[in-house]
C-alpha cells in the first residue's frame, strides 16, 4: 500500500521561502513520478510541478517557475519542494502525490495523495 507523508509548511512572508517534504513508502520510489498540487478552499486541487523517476522531466506551473523547485532523492524514498520568493497568493494546502512512469497535470489521475501541508504567506 502507497503511504505518502508529508512534512514542512507554515506560515511566512511574502518574499520568505518554505520547504516541503514528502516520504513515500510501499512503492519501487525509481519508478514513481512524483507532483505536487495545491488546493484553495472551494477551488480543484491545480498541478505545481512534478519530476520524473530517475530526476528527469521536471515540468512546474507557469505562475511558480524560477520560484520554487522540485527535487527527489530516490535512497531515501523522498520528494521536496523548494519555495523561495512567495507570494500571498501561492497560500494553498500543498499535496504530494505520485503515480508510475509519467506525471501529469491533473489531479483525477492520481489515487494516493499525502495529508496535505498548509502553506500560508502573508503580505
Known amino acids: 500500500q502507497v503511504q505518502l507523508v508529508q512534512s514542512g509548511g507554515g506560515l511566512v512572508q511574502a518574499g520568505g521561502s518554505l520547504r516541503l517534504s514528502c516520504a513515500a513508502s510501499g512503492v519501487t520510489f525509481s519508478t514513481y513520478a512524483m507532483a505536487w498540487f495545491r488546493q484553495i478552499q472551494g477551488k480543484e486541487r491545480e498541478f505545481v510541478a512534478s519530476i520524473g523517476g530517475s530526476g528527469d522531466s521536471i515540468y512546474y506551473h507557469d ?9 527527489r532523492d530516490n535512497a531515501k524514498n523522498m520528494v521536496y519542494l523548494q519555495m523561495n520568493s512567495l507570494k500571498p497568493e501561492d497560500t494553498a494546502v500543498y499535496y504530494c502525490t ?14 494516493n495523495w499525502g495529508q496535505g501541508s498548509q502553506v500560508t504567506v502573508s503580505a
Open 63 to 71: 505562475s511558480v517557475k524560477g520560484r520554487f523547485t522540485i527535487s
Open 98 to 111: 505520485g503515480r508510475p512512469v509519467v506525471a501529469v497535470v491533473v489531479a483525477p489521475a492520481y489515487d
